[in-house]
């Protein structure tokens, strides 16, 4: 079976603009998360999303946004692009029942923002 | 809230040594579950082992195995024959039960296995 498949792997992007990330999770799984990753505040949970709805939210500011299509990709959109938002943006796929089936992590998508 | 904390930033070990890397985690929930995920140079976070908080038995996978201890709210990783591809930053990390897809992660503690 395929991994997860995040895409672009890097970016670079100017304050101000906006950007979207996408995430193919492993075939068969409905539950989509993205965490974003950085020297100072670590690994934190952005969202997740199953059956195209978002089930969990972090606490991150409504520039972050994301959605889930019927095929269960997903994209992550950032509008309005801060210095701040330079991290490593990590998708994780789960089958996402009831259960706590475990996460699978793709590679991440590595933006700098300057 | 739920917290994690990694107090070593930094670890090295012989290879083929042992090594414990130190979790403790702050929760007021009783139903959970505890994680190590290690992350390589290719930044994918590989899932090395889980435990339930519910089950006293200690997990085990293989070199990995970890010593959890629910009244102390702390959950270390031991790796046993440590081999060079070991090397990769190891997060600890905490859910809550019907929660799994949230992880609270620690800071991390990067591991080096010299040769």
């Known amino acids: 079976k395929a991994g997860v498949t995040q895409t672009p792997r890097y970016l670079i992007k100017t304050r101000g603009q906006q950007v979207t990330l996408s995430c193919s999770p492993i075939s068969g799984h409905r539950s989509v998360s993205w965490y974003q990753q950085t020297p100072g505040q670590g690994l934190q949970f952005l969202f997740e999303y199953f059956s195209e709805t978002q089930r969990n939210k972090g606490n991150f500011p409504g520039r972050f946004s994301g959605r889930q299509f019927s095929n269960s990709r997903s994209e992550m959109n950032v509008s309005t692009l801060e210095l701040g938002d330079s991290a490593l943006y990590l998708c994780?796929?789960?089958?996402?029942?009831?259960?706590?089936?475990?996460?699978?992590f793709g590679n991440g998508t590595r933006l700098t923002v300057t | 809230a739920q917290t994690v904390t990694q107090s070593q930033p930094e670890m090295s070990v012989q290879e083929a040594e042992t090594v414990t890397l130190s979790c403790t985690y702050d929760?007021?929930?009783?139903?959970?579950?505890l994680f190590w995920y290690k992350q390589p140079p290719s930044r994918q976070m590989i899932l090395v082992i889980r435990?339930?908080?519910?089950?006293?038995q200690n997990a085990t996978e293989n070199r990995f195995s970890v010593n959890f201890q629910k009244a102390a709210k702390s959950f270390s990783l031991k790796i046993s024959d440590s081999q060079l591809g070991d090397t990769a930053m190891y997060f600890c990390?905490?859910?809550?039960?019907?929660?799994?897809?949230?992880?609270?992660f620690g800071s991390g503690t990067q591991l080096t296995v010299l040769p």
């Open positions: 990390a905490f859910t809550i039960t019907g929660s799994a897809r949230q992880l609270t």
């Open positions: 435990q339930e908080a519910y089950k006293q």
């Open positions: 929760t007021s929930e009783n139903n959970y579950y």
């Open positions: 994780a796929s789960s089958l996402g029942g009831a259960g706590n089936s475990p996460l699978h």
